[in-house]
C-alpha cells in the first residue's frame, strides 16, 4: 500500500513557474517508475512526464523545455518544476507511482495516484 501526498499547485500568470511535489509511503516494496499526469476540463488525463528509478526521464512533447521532473530516492519523492507556463497548461495533477513487491513467491508491481493537485495558469 503507498499513501501520496501531493502539494504546489496554485495559480500563476502565465509565463510563470511552479513547483509540485509528491511524497510517497509505503509500509514495503520499492518504488519504481513515479510520474506526472494531468487532466484538462472536459479532457482526458495525459501523460506530463515519467522517472525511472535510475533517473531516466520522458516527457510529453507539450512540455519538453519548460518542465522538467526529478526524484529524490531517500525521501521517496517526486518533483515537476514547471517553467514558462501558459494558460493550455491549466488541469488537475495527479502524481503517479508504481510499487514493486514480492507477493505468493513472485514479483509485483501496483500503481497509485495521488489526490490531485489544482494548476490554473492565467492569460
Known amino acids: 500500500q503507498v499513501q501520496l501526498v501531493e502539494s504546489g499547485g496554485g495559480l500563476v500568470q502565465a509565463g510563470g513557474s511552479l513547483r509540485l511535489s509528491c511524497a510517497a509511503s509505503?509500509?514495503?516494496?520499492?518504488?519504481?517508475?513515479m510520474g506526472w499526469y494531468r487532466q484538462a476540463p472536459g479532457k482526458q488525463r495525459e501523460l506530463v512526464a515519467t522517472?525511472?528509478?535510475?533517473?531516466?526521464?520522458n516527457y510529453a512533447d507539450s512540455v519538453k523545455g519548460r518542465f522538467t521532473i526529478s526524484r529524490d530516492n531517500a525521501k521517496r519523492t517526486t518533483y515537476l518544476q514547471m517553467n514558462s507556463l501558459k494558460p493550455e497548461d491549466t488541469g488537475v495533477y495527479y502524481c503517479?507511482?508504481?510499487?514493486?513487491?514480492?507477493?505468493?513467491?513472485?514479483?509485483?508491481?501496483?500503481?497509485?495516484w495521488g489526490q490531485g493537485t489544482q494548476v490554473t495558469v492565467s492569460s
Open positions: 503517479n507511482v508504481a510499487l514493486r513487491y514480492y507477493s505468493g513467491g513472485g514479483l509485483r508491481e501496483d500503481n497509485y
Open positions: 509505503a509500509s514495503a516494496g520499492v518504488i519504481n517508475n
Open positions: 522517472i525511472t528509478s535510475g533517473g531516466s526521464t
